[in-house]
């Protein structure tokens, strides 16, 4: 496993059959969807400061994709770093053949706001069909 798969696992420990390929990650929403979601950088190489993710049918390609930007639901972190005294907003460096998280680790609970958002999306595309079996169409009477 990558560096990258494994943090993708921390994120996405609610989901049943996820798979990873390469770098990315699958999971099955039921039907014919399955979401990707990956690493991603923001115009810098090697910055890796979002999660890409797709919402894919397996027949027809991708339905839609959106950008999860770190910034956005982290914010900047306080470190004690002194040479960032205004805190750092966390992202994933690669140098070379090493990659981890740049001067801030996400936390537990940061993770979990993470997947929060995964399940947010992931929930526009799941499979309905247990939601239509439980209020089925009313029929009018005349």
Not at 41 to 61: F, R
């Amino acid at each position: 496993m990558s560096f990258f798969t494994e943090e993708l696992k921390k994120c996405t420990e609610d989901f049943e059959g996820r798979k990873c390929i390469g770098n990315a990650m699958y999971i099955p929403l039921g039907g014919n969807n399955r979401l990707k979601i990956f690493f991603t950088t923001l115009g810098y190489a090697d910055h890796y400061e979002a999660l890409s993710i797709s919402a894919v049918d397996k027949n027809n390609g991708v339905i839609d994709k959106t950008t999860i930007k770190f910034a956005d639901i982290w914010g900047k972190r306080q470190v004690s770093n002194p040479n960032f005294k205004d805190g750092i907003t966390p992202y994933v460096w690669k140098y070379g053949n090493d990659v981890n998280w740049y001067v801030y680790t996400p936390t537990l609970c940061d993770m979990e706001l993470l997947a929060e958002q995964i399940s947010d999306y992931a929930e526009l595309f799941m499979e309905q069909s247990m939601e239509l079996q439980e209020f089925p169409a009313m029929t009018m009477s005349m």
